[in-house]
């Protein structure tokens, strides 16, 4: 699911629920502005997104493609520090503190 996408489910769960964005701000407490960017697809802080589940009840994993910055998986980047940095391995202890002398 793409960003508009998840915008376009906060919009249907608020019009769905029979607010308005001036409902959500008074009994929310969040700017209509603020709101209606979001239900474009713009993104948001992990704080909103928290929030944004417990009123919704949208999954934190659905809201999570909202997340301000980039989105790259922890195994996606473990893969690339890996190809990017091969493990060394030494045949012996002696082998291993010559090569540590070496770089000193």
Same mark, same amino acid.
């Given at each position: ?5 998840? %915008? ?5 769960w608020r019009m769905g629920s029979g607010l308005t964005t001036r409902d959500i701000e008074? #009994?929310?407490?969040?700017?209509? $502005? !603020? @709101?209606?960017? @979001?239900?474009? +697809?713009?993104?948001? !802080?992990?704080? @909103? ?6 009123? &919704? +009840?949208? !999954?934190?994993? =659905? #809201?999570?493609?909202?997340?301000? %910055?980039? =989105?790259?998986?922890? !195994?996606?980047? $473990?893969?690339? /520090?890996?190809? &990017?940095?091969? &493990?060394?391995?030494?045949?012996? =202890?002696?082998? /291993?503190?010559? =090569?540590?002398?070496? /770089?000193?």
């Amino acid at each position: 699911m793409n960003k508009i996408e998840v %915008g376009s489910l906060i919009r249907e769960w608020r019009m769905g629920s029979g607010l308005t964005t001036r409902d959500i701000e008074r #009994l929310y407490h969040i700017c209509r $502005a !603020s @709101w209606n960017c @979001w239900e474009r +697809g713009d993104v948001m !802080s992990p704080k @909103w997104i928290s929030r944004m589940n417990e009123i &919704t +009840g949208i !999954s934190i994993d =659905t #809201l999570s493609v909202m997340k301000k %910055g980039p =989105t790259v998986s922890l !195994s996606k980047l $473990a893969q690339e /520090y890996e190809e &990017t940095h091969p &493990t060394i391995v030494f045949k012996d =202890t002696d082998t /291993y503190l010559k =090569t540590i002398e070496r /770089y000193k």
